[in-house]
């Protein structure tokens, strides 16, 4: 997703929610949570063709700042690499830009769009990787997946109801 701006919001809440266990790849920040909705910290991370799941990530910057972010998502699943579509979500205050700021954790919540065309039931994995606005990666991380079909999901909730 180059060429779109980032809106990144700076939390002032340093309490954590759990999130998923995952891989730096070279975060040049500190990349200190993941969290996936739907997805529990234990390894995989179920995604569900067609659904949009909110993805958010909290890191520290301590040397420099960035103004603009892009970033770059891959899901591997079964040897193809699929990029699906994922949209920044908007900062508080409309029309500002949140610039990222130092020496303070910034939050910057995506939503991503699950792909329909993926082999069910594979593992593999999501690579999110973030840029500054000299082109340079600033966040990398991957988590292991595995897809699942809405009614797997659906049948999953109920065992766990019932
Ligand atoms: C972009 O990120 C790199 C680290 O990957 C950093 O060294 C560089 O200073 C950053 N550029 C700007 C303009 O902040």
């Known amino acids: 997703m180059f060429g779109v701006q980032l809106l990144v919001q700076v939390a002032f809440i340093t309490v954590h929610v759990s999130g998923v266990v995952f891989q730096d790849c070279g975060?040049?920040?500190?990349l200190t949570a993941v969290t996936i909705e739907g997805c529990e910290m234990r390894p995989p991370c179920f995604v569900t063709l067609g659904e949009t799941v909110p993805v958010n990530i909290e890191f520290?910057?301590?040397?420099?700042?960035?103004?603009?972010?892009d970033q770059d998502v891959?899901?591997?699943?079964?040897?193809?690499?699929?990029?699906?579509?994922?949209?920044?979500?908007?900062c508080e205050v409309e029309s500002v830009?949140?610039?990222?700021v130092i020496n303070a954790i910034s939050s910057l919540t995506s939503v991503m769009s699950v792909p329909t065309?993926?082999?069910?039931?594979?593992?593999?994995?999501?690579?999110w990787r973030v840029y500054n606005e000299s082109g340079q990666q600033v966040l990398c991380?991957?988590?292991?997946?595995?897809?699942q079909s809405p009614f797997q999901k659906l049948m999953k909730q109920l065992n766990k109801t019932g």
Do not use: H
């Open 60 to 69: 520290y910057a301590r040397n420099f700042v960035s103004r603009e972010l």
């Open 117 to 127: 065309s993926m082999a069910l039931n594979r593992r593999g994995f999501l690579r």
């Open 97 to 100: 830009v949140c610039p990222v």
């Open 27 to 30: 975060s040049a920040y500190d």
């Open 74 to 90: 891959v899901l591997s699943i079964n040897f193809v690499n699929l990029r699906p579509d994922v949209t920044p979500e908007r």
């Open 141 to 147: 991380y991957s988590v292991l997946v595995q897809t």
